[in-house]
């Protein structure tokens, strides 16, 4: 690894920073973070708007002056070193990417254009800005806990647990990490890697857990677990996903890696269980009925036992901590589903219909 000197990212001075993928579910959270607290910074949103990608998630902050939204692809090596070239970004905070591991298996080779191409033609292009003088500038890539691989009963991943991906979801990721760090290494480009574990909150598309699990609830559909549901994972709100990636961007060293998770280990099945109930709960229902909805389904393939995170380095070195707990966060993201039933409906009236019925094997 390269010398761990402090990068120091001047937060009073005026900046040009690029952020990927931000119209997508945390990147959208990020965006609103530097765009409110950061007015001396000029915050680019560059999204190619995939399926994933809603500028409705921005309404709020699409009109302020410190923002701009750039339509565009990151593997198109043209167009991004024509924006660097014309915007010269100081930072990028790199969020784009093909990110549900189902998707993955159904098609791996999107995820190595996007996850692997993508990243490096990212890499290239800061590299060439600013080969001559790195002062002050930065790459973040904003990766995974699942290029960890699976843990066992016990244990935690930390920062130096070996590599082990077993999706070509985490297998592309693990591999733009690695470009990432290679950067840093050969042409001492300042970097910084967070990993994080399962993000949950508003805005997220409901082909992940628990958006779909609270869309078929609402819809009255089956409940679609997988195996005998005894998977686990640490879950941690978005916003304080975006709270971390704020300070690891700000205080993090130069070359260091930070994992970022919740603290909050839960089993699928139990979880699952645990969200019926507060569904039935807001929706005036007798507790139990949300339950009768969970099907056992065939296991996703290569399925990782258990995640979990140990978030100690980020939480003495910055500081950082999660500040709401797994039942407010619970609440708040039933909440606004609950109140956002236009922006749930726009989705699942769509394209999503064709994947899901693809995905489940809906006849
Ligand atoms: P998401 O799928 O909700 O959003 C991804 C965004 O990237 C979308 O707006 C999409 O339009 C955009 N995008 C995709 N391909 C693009 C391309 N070729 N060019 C430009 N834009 C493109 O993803 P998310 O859940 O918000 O995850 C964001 C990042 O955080 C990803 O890198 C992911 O690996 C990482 N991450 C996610 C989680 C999680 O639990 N969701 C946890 C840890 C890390
Ligand atoms: O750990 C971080 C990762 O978390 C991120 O890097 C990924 O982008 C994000 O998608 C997430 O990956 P998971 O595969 O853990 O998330 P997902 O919501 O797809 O699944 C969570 C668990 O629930 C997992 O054990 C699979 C299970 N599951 C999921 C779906 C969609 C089901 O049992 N049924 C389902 O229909």
């Not at 997220?204 to 998977?231: A, C, M, R, T, W």
């Not at 500040?323 to 039933?341: A, C, H, P, Q, R």
């Not at 726009?346 to 019925?357: A, H, M």
């Amino acid at each position: 690894m390269t010398n761990s000197t402090n990068k120091q990212i001047n937060k009073s001075a005026s900046k040009n920073i690029l952020i990927t993928g931000g119209a997508g579910f945390i990147g959208s959270h990020v965006i609103r973070l530097f765009v409110e607290k950061y007015s001396n910074y000029h915050i680019y949103n560059l999204d190619k708007l995939t399926y994933a990608g809603n500028l409705e998630n921005l309404n709020d902050v699409a009109s302020n002056k410190n923002y701009t939204f750039l339509k565009g692809d990151i593997t198109d090596e043209t167009y991004i070193n024509s924006i660097f070239n014309k915007y010269k970004f100081d930072a990028v905070i790199h969020l784009a990417a093909e990110s549900h591991v189902d998707r993955s298996i159904t098609n791996p080779l999107e995820f190595v254009k996007t996850n692997v191409i993508g990243t490096m033609v990212l890499l290239n292009a800061f590299k060439n800005l600013w080969k001559n003088n790195f002062k002050n500038k930065l790459f973040y890539h904003v990766s995974t806990d699942e290029v960890y691989g699976s843990l066992g009963e016990t244990g935690l991943f930390t920062e130096t647990t070996s590599y082990d991906p077993n999706s070509p979801y985490s297998a592309s990721k693990a591999s733009s990490d690695h470009f990432v760090r290679a950067y840093g290494e050969t042409y001492k480009m300042p970097y910084v890697i967070s990993n994080c574990s399962n993000n949950y909150g508003a805005n997220q598309f409901p082909e992940k857990l628990i958006p779909l699990f609270i869309n078929n609830i609402l819809h009255n559909k089956s409940l679609p677990v997988y195996g005998d549901g005894k998977y686990t994972r640490d879950w941690l709100y978005v916003i304080d996903h975006a709270i971390a990636i704020d300070l690891v961007f700000h205080k993090g060293k130069n070359s260091e890696t930070y994992n970022i998770g919740g603290f909050n280990e839960w089993q699928n099945i139990v979880l699952i269980k645990l969200l019926c109930d507060k569904m039935d709960e807001k929706l005036e229902k007798p507790i139990g009925t949300s339950q009768k909805l969970i099907t056992f389904i065939k296991d996703r393939p290569g399925h990782d036992l258990r995640y979990a995170i140990d978030a100690s380095k980020i939480n003495k070195e910055l500081g950082w901590t999660p500040s709401v707990t797994f039942e407010e966060g619970l609440t708040k993201t039933i909440d606004w589903y609950l109140d956002n039933n236009k922006w749930l409906n726009n989705i699942v009236s769509g394209n999503y219909k064709k994947y899901y019925e693809r995905m489940y094997d809906v006849q």
